[in-house]
């Protein structure tokens, strides 16, 4: 297969015209590429949790890119990726704890929606719906669309790591469309990409490298390991 596109984490290889293959790599990298690691084990655990939560998510009527799993990796359809990033949050914690001085660990009800513009040479800035209308990185159709999604996908989402006995703190989806023009979530759905808690308020997601707080392969093994309780293994190859 062709690589397309090498990134801080996946590399993006081309099947044909219509699909590419996501593969996960071991490595893991946090404020702005200043920390970097490479933990054996990393890579495969987050293609499977990814590959879980597609396919769940798949088998709720919620339009994604997945096809189905792979050694390392998953199939996906070739999306046109839009340059917007959705965050939702439930909890509050991070950078909009920093932002707007809130008490750390504040439920956020209804859940909070942020965009953020997807560049990496700027680090991916905050924006509103009118930056994003605006400069036509999307239209209000698009985002509108891209609200209602992840506002399902979140609260599905929710009750899934809650039924693991855990909770799903935040979250960021990306969008594209796929080859028949239909707006789909892409790119990946990993404690890479969300903020998960356990049951005393310990992370297992990204947070655990960012901060040194322990083994990151150890926890997201254990998120991989109460999510298989719940929804079993990726079961779907692709056709």
């Excluded at 699909?19 to 990393?42: N, R, Y």
């Amino acid at each position: 297969m062709e690589l397309l596109y090498e990134g801080k984490s996946k590399r993006i290889y081309g099947v044909n015209e219509r699909e590419v293959f996501v593969e996960f790599k071991d490595d893991v990298t946090a404020f702005d590429g200043k920390k970097k690691a490479s933990p054996e084990g990393k890579g495969k655990a987050t293609a499977e949790i990814s590959s879980l939560l597609f396919e769940y998510l798949s088998s709720k009527g919620i339009p994604t890119h997945y096809i189905g799993k792979g050694e390392g990796g998953f199939y996906a359809k070739k999306v046109r990726i839009l340059p917007v990033e959705v965050v939702v949050r439930n909890v509050a914690t991070g950078s909009i704890v920093k932002r707007l001085g809130l008490e750390k660990g504040k439920e956020l009800t209804p859940p909070l929606v942020e965009y953020f513009y997807k560049s990496d040479e700027l680090g991916d800035p905050l924006v509103c719906a009118d930056h994003i209308v605006y400069f036509k990185w999307a239209t209000e159709e698009e985002l509108k669309k891209m609200k209602e999604l992840s506002l399902r996908a979140t609260e599905l989402l929710k009750d899934v790591f809650a039924s693991a006995g855990l909770k799903l703190v935040d979250i960021k989806y990306e969008f594209g469309y796929d080859p028949d023009g239909n707006l789909v979530l892409a790119d990946e759905i990993s404690p890479d990409t969300c903020r998960i808690w356990d049951e005393n308020g310990r992370s297992l997601d990204k947070d655990v490298f960012r901060k040194d707080l322990g083994d990151i392969v150890e926890a997201y093994g254990e998120v991989l390991r109460r999510l298989r309780d719940v929804l079993g293994t990726p079961l779907k190859s692709r056709t």
